[in-house]
């Protein structure tokens, strides 16, 4: 059984910075691209940014590039992710997931199989 438990969300004043974690088990965590995704309230869920199984690459939603930083450390099973300049729009849940297989490529919703129950990130003005 995949397990993900995101945390470090919480209140914050617009323009600070925020890092969130991933911590993961039940998996080889090595062999996975990990996601982050988001929702706010009555809309859908939007793809934040991927980085591959090997930690190589890294994809963000055009609206988070110069943003967002989505890191990992494969010897704690741990995924990052950091986001500077926040604004109160970035305001909702924000969710870690784990590719379908191991050693693919994931950069988009459908490619994420296990989410962790997500982490609240509210910003205020």
């Known amino acids: 059984q995949v397990l993900l438990v995101e945390s470090g969300g919480g209140l914050v004043q617009a323009g600070t910075s925020l890092r969130l974690s991933c911590a993961a088990s039940?998996?080889?965590?090595?062999?996975?691209?990990m996601g982050w995704f988001r929702q706010a309230p009555g809309k859908e869920r939007e793809f934040v940014g991927s980085i591959s199984w090997f930690g190589g690459n890294t994809y963000y939603a055009e609206s988070m590039k110069g943003r967002v930083t989505i890191s990992r450390d494969n010897a704690k099973n741990m995924v990052y992710l950091q986001m500077n300049s926040l604004k109160p729009e970035d305001t909702a849940v924000y969710y870690c997931?784990?590719?379908?297989?191991?050693?693919?490529?994931?950069?988009?919703?459908?490619?994420?199989?296990?989410w962790g129950p997500g982490t609240q990130v509210t910003v205020s003005s």
């Open positions: 997931a784990v590719a379908r297989r191991p050693y693919s490529g994931a950069t988009d919703s459908a490619t994420f199989g296990s």
């Open positions: 039940g998996l080889i965590f090595s062999t996975y691209a």
